[in-house]
Structure formats: C-alpha cells, structure tokens
C-alpha cells in the first residue's frame, strides 16, 4: 500500500478554503503512532508522515502563522513521554496538543490498566494548565489482531479511563476504537503493529472531525484483499511473528535501540519548513 500524492504550491491552491479554527500552535506528543511509523515519506522531516503531520497540513491551509511540533518518538511508554515530552511541549506554549501514549506499556509490559490511568491523569492536568486544547485518543480494537488481541480487554479498561480523563479536564477524545475502518487489514503495515499510509489517512480524518475543522481529505478506496486460506494465513502470523514481533520485544527487553533516537520536529515551526517543497501536500487516490 503507499499513498499517490502531489505537492502544489501555495498560488495554485489558494483556492481550496481555509479551515475556520482557534488554533495556532500545535505540538504533537506520543510514541511511533503519533511519529508516524509505517508511513514512509522521503520529503518530510525524518523521513515520516502520519497522521499529525496531516493534521497540521490542513490545520496550516489558510494560516500563515501556524506553526507545529511533533515531539514522539516510537518505543516510548507512558511515563517516558510525559517526563521526556511534557516540558518541552509546554515550553513552545502550544495552543493545541494532542497526546497518544500507553500502548507500548499494555501490549508489551501488561502494564494495569488503571495504574496507566493515574499517571495520564496527572500528565493531562499538568497539561491542561497551559490553556491548551488537548485531545487524547483510545487505543484501536485489537479484538482480531494475532497477539495483540490477548490485551483487548485491558485495552478496553484503559480507553474507559481516558474517557473519564477526558470528560475531568475538558480534553477532546480521538476515538480510535470506534473508527471500525481500523479493522481492515489494509490499515495496518505489514508489521501489524503500526498502521500504513491508508490507516494514517484515515485516522486524520478522524482527528480533523474530531476537531470540527473543515478539511479536503477524502476517504482513499484501497483495492480488495486476494483470496487467503485458513492455511495461508496461520503461516502468515508464524512469518509476521517470527520477523516483527519477537525481535521488537526483544529489543525492548534489552532497551536496544537501532539508533539514538530524536523527535522529528522538536522545535514549533511551518509545516513546510526547511527541506520540505513550498506549498501544501493535496492526496490523491492510492492504490495497492
């Protein structure tokens, strides 16, 4: 799956309208979801696009003064991004952030549910003295996903808990266990553990509505799953077992890590700043 775009320069698309939103400033917190891995894009910083970076495309149409931060960096727990990402996501004085975090610690710590909870808690409301507008996100069904799928009812504890943290300090929820299109296979990378540039699409539409921001993305029509027999697909979890999932673990248990890693836009800037093209990033239909 890749996603078939196109850069236009800003004279070209001054016709497409401009998103009515408050928002100025907005920093990006989380792990590999929110960095965007499984979404590959030479052009953008750190090779990365996902799901905020749509956000921020659209969110910047119309607003020349936008600026934006993405912070994750994949492999994080949950503690780990609020102590490494809170102060500096503060410090750029942000007026939107959006924050995705505990995945990592439910799938591959069997972390308690409701322990993860009370550290959230404390890190939105730190948070939330800034004025910002935050928005949080369930975790996405796992009920059919090999392996992950053991956690969904640790998972389902969780989003209720995020839920009520919500509904306490005023944040929005980004409800990716009610966005169903995320139980198609076509949304996931071959890793089964990070989405593609189909699921990462449709998670910014999800995002931007959540919003109530106007935007031009449109829902991409992926080409249909060949055929596969139960044989078939029991060899294709040993072989996806065997070459992603095992050596993630393992790595995790070791606190290896392929390279130090950084965030890809630490610093509040234009969407499209130094080494991006000017002008905006229009999606058009991707095939398989």
């Known amino acids: 799956m890749h996603n078939v775009g196109r850069f236009e320069p800003r004279g070209s698309a001054a016709k497409r309208t401009a998103a009515p939103h408050p928002w100025s400033r907005y920093v990006a917190m989380g792990d590999s979801f929110t960095e965007g891995v499984g979404d590959p894009e030479p052009r953008s910083p750190g090779g990365l696009r996902g799901w905020a970076d749509r956000v921020a495309e659209e969110l910047s149409i119309g607003h020349e003064d936008f600026a934006y931060a993405n912070l994750a960096i994949r492999g994080l727990l949950l503690e780990e991004i609020l102590d490494q990402q809170a102060g500096p996501a503060l410090a750029l004085k942000p007026d ?35 004025g910002a507008t935050i928005v949080l996100f369930t975790g996405p069904d796992w009920g059919s996903t090999p392996v992950l799928g053991r956690n969904r009812a640790k998972l389902a504890i ?22 169903r299109q995320l139980t198609d296979p076509r949304m996931w990378d071959p890793d089964r553990l990070h989405f593609s540039p189909l699921g990462y699409h449709t998670i910014a539409m999800m995002v931007l509505d959540t919003l109530n921001v106007p935007h031009t993305l449109q829902p991409l029509q992926p080409k249909d799953l060949p055929q596969s027999s139960w044989r078939a697909a029991r060899v294709g979890d040993l072989v996806w077992a ?5 050596p993630w673990v393992v790595r995790r248990i070791r606190h290896e890590t392929a390279e130090e890693l950084r965030a890809k836009r630490p610093l509040a800037g234009p969407v499209f700043g130094a080494g991006m093209p000017p002008g905006t990033f229009i999606e058009t239909a991707g095939q398989a």
């Open 96 to 130: 939107l952030i959006t924050l995705s975090a505990g995945g990592n610690d439910l799938v591959f710590r069997g972390t308690d549910p409701d322990r993860l909870a009370v550290q959230l808690d404390a890190g939105v409301q730190l948070l939330g003295l800034s």
């Open 242 to 246: 065997r070459n992603y999932l095992l």
């Open 158 to 179: 969780f989003n209720e808990n995020i839920r009520t943290i919500a509904s306490r300090h005023d944040a929005l929820i980004a409800d990716l266990w009610a966005l």
